[in-house]
């Protein structure tokens, strides 16, 4: 059963920083495009940021320039590192690995942005 499995969040103070870590297993983490996504009280799902097989990355405009994908392979783990948060930041924020005919989520870790 494929697993991914995030870590990192926490409550942060606005301009602080955090990592989130997604650790996939039982998958061929190195062929999957990876994402991070979130979702906040209220609303909708949405796309943070991605990182492709080739190390490619896209964005939400809202986290550019804060936010950075980044993949391991050797460790079969994507990151998130965030910086200068804001309180408009603060979600649930999910780990996903998709392919063709293939699509995982993690169950989530909080972040939450409050002075």
């Known amino acids: 059963q494929v697993q991914l499995v995030e870590s990192g969040g926490g409550l942060v103070q606005p301009g602080g920083s955090l990592r989130l870590s997604c650790a996939a297993s039982r998958i061929d983490f190195s062929i999957y495009m990876m994402g991070w996504y979130r979702q906040a009280p209220g609303k909708q799902r949405e796309l943070v940021a991605t990182?492709?097989?080739?190390?490619?990355?896209n964005s939400a405009d809202s986290v550019k320039g804060r936010f950075t994908i980044s993949r391991d392979n050797t460790k079969n783990t994507v990151y998130l590192q965030m910086n200068s948060l804001k309180p408009e930041d603060t979600a649930v924020y999910y780990c996903?690995?998709?392919?063709?005919?293939?699509?995982?989520w993690g169950q989530g870790t909080q972040v939450t942005v409050s002075s």
């Open positions: 996903r690995a998709s392919r063709q005919y293939s699509d995982y």
């Open positions: 990182i492709s097989m080739s190390g490619r990355t």
